[in-house]
């Protein structure tokens, strides 16, 4: 029993955090509740009953499937399933009769045929990449209503009601879904996609400003390290962001206009900055390699760089924060193009410093360290400034 | 009509191109096409129709949604939807007669808290990244099942043989799917992953040579540099090549022993490997930065360095090579220990270079660029022997 409770307090630990880490979960999970329910009256009160019968299960289906977490990702689902089942239906009553023409002995081997024809065909149509983007759901659901019409056709002779059911069925669905999802504490897309973006440009600005302090300062003060190393590694998340900021624009071109967005908002744009910041993460994971290597640097040597070096790292972390608060606000950065200059110049400095005789006698080999940090700092001014470019 | 043909045109030859890319997609179109077929039968069969009537459609539908590319998707899916409607099926019926006993008014009241707390309680669950990651879908089925067989059971009095049908008929789809993706041309995710990680090392190993010759060579022979920068480019879908190797590790825990693996095969090796493969291409996105800087070194001082350079970046290639060959054969990768230490004495004959006097008359600008590359490349040497450790 001690197991048993440790067990079942672990499981409430990992839920508040869950909920709390972003409250909105719990709120959605509600939603769902309370959409599945609502659309569940069609089997208590008797006239809507009278109406749809048994057809009312795929109203409830519907709720389940195409409830999604955002607006965006709830919209496409539901247009799709309803796009869908209204062309494959009309498709498969179209097909119920062609076959019936045929005969009794030929109608199943022509619906056969039929089946297995579109089922290949439309399978197949999910691999180009550009329809598996925003129809993939769509097309799975033309497969099942056409071969579920056209074959239930077979035995039942109202396949026009049957047809007709199910759509309006899952047309009710889907509606009580994107109504609730829309005007019930709504989760859109392209906000998610919107400050995710601009957190991944503050996570490089801390990534910047850590490295820095832990570069040029690390004997003096070792207490508060473990608070730098958390900053430091926020970049990571950065890295592997490319598929979560696609599936969030993919969302957000469903998504009405809202809030400061308008319908057709340029997406696009955010997942070139999106591209570009994770260029800049590249040069980072660069960088912190050469803070784990055990080839360092001497002390004088990073001495002798640290001006240049630290006004470049701290104002290329200035420039993307402003890049980020501009992002999310939506405003020209003006201090940006004053911290990007900053830092261009102090890499100039950084140029000129090298240029000169002062290394002449230390040996190029304690030096290399040193100059790979530069030149990938650089490096980062350069990303910095394109993105700059691109917000 | 002119514009019409172009795109019929177009159409067809981005068909081709898409079945040519990997005929496998044809034939797994066809298999889906083939298992709906076969379970339409259901409809057509006088004896299998008067067993289970309508509820042959639930099969229909489970092929449809049921069926994927790969055996491991297929199986996970099927497993998932046939214990989520057992065990929401049980509950359900429970669900249905616990609130039958309360009486005709307070039933729907009671049955409505039930669903709506079962979908509230299971949609958050969903949230919870263990359980999303491998019984999202089944959690999904869940609820829908639940919802259906308690809320119909206020209209209809056989909930247990209509949870039954249920049950039945989605587990004669759910093999059907499945028995067909085992034995009919099977994909296999773990071969997937198995080939797609060994392709990566040797993208890279690709990108080390092109690199070599451009960065060395690029005046001599401009002609054939089309082709190089193709090799140049392969490492760029290894930087975002995560999430598919996560999906795929995870259908591949799904699917039992085959050919060379066996079931319990270490999928997270592959994982592990995956994971320095990209980080190996995060140096190599920085040195494909250098290539293109336009800070670059002299050529004098690029002929310095360039014995040992290319050394490390020619014996660093083949070592990934090897190590690609060696996952994909499985052996012990003989020859790549070799190739390590070759590119570990080049890395160590580089440092000696840059500590020797050569360089005191060269301002250290010029070096600069030089120098990045050399540490890149010991870097990727580091990273390379990392990856002979873990494959």
């Known amino acids: 029993p001690e197991g048993l409770k440790e067990k079942v307090l672990n499981t409430y630990r990992k839920t508040k955090e869950i909920g709390q880490e972003d409250p909105r979960r719990v709120i959605h999970a509600l939603k769902v509740g309370l959409t599945l329910t609502l659309v569940s009256l069609f089997y208590y009160y008797q006239p809507l009953f009278d109406n749809f019968g048994l057809s009312a299960m795929w109203a409830v289906m519907t709720v389940g499937v195409v409830f999604e977490y955002s607006v965006g990702a709830t919209l496409g689902k539901g247009l799709n399933r309803a796009l869908a089942t209204l062309v494959a239906g009309a498709l498969g009553v179209g097909t119920h009769y062609l076959a019936e023409l045929s005969g009794q002995t030929i109608e199943p081997i022509l619906l056969s045929f039929f089946v297995f024809s579109q089922a290949a065909i439309v399978t197949f149509m999910r691999f180009f990449p550009k329809i598996k983007e925003r129809y993939d759901y769509g097309l799975l659901i033309f497969i099942l209503t056409f071969a579920l019409i056209s074959v239930s056709g077979f035995r039942e002779d109202e396949v026009i009601e049957m047809a007709h059911k199910r759509l309006s069925t899952i047309f009710i669905g889907g509606s009580a879904c994107v109504v609730i999802s829309i005007f019930v504490c709504p989760v859109w897309a392209g906000e998610e996609l919107h400050s995710l973006i ?194």
């Open 198 to 391: 601009s957190l991944n440009l503050e996570d490089l600005a801390n990534f910047l400003q850590a490295f820095e302090e832990l570069y040029f300062r690390t004997s003096k003060e070792g207490d508060c390290k473990d608070d730098r190393t958390a900053l430091l590694e926020g970049y990571k998340t950065v890295l592997n962001s490319k598929s979560t900021e696609d599936s969030l624009a993919n969302f957000a071109r469903w998504e009405p206009g809202h809030g400061r967005f308008k319908f057709r908002h340029p997406w696009d744009k955010y997942l070139k900055v999106g591209t570009l910041t994770r260029q800049c993460a590249y040069r980072m994971e660069a960088l912190n390699a050469q803070l784990n290597s055990n080839l360092q640097a001497s002390p004088e040597i990073k001495r002798i760089i640290q001006e240049a070096c630290s006004a470049m790292s701290l104002e290329s972390a200035k420039a993307l924060r402003q890049l980020g608060v501009a992002m999310s606000t939506m405003k020209k950065p003006y201090f940006a193009n004053i911290h990007i200059s900053n830092s261009k110049s102090a890499s100039e400095s950084l140029n000129s410093l090298l240029k000169s005789s002062l290394w002449k006698e230390t040996d190029l080999l304690s030096v290399l360290p040193a100059a790979t940090v530069a030149s990938l700092l650089s490096d980062i001014v350069a990303c910095t400034e394109e993105i700059a470019d691109a917000v």
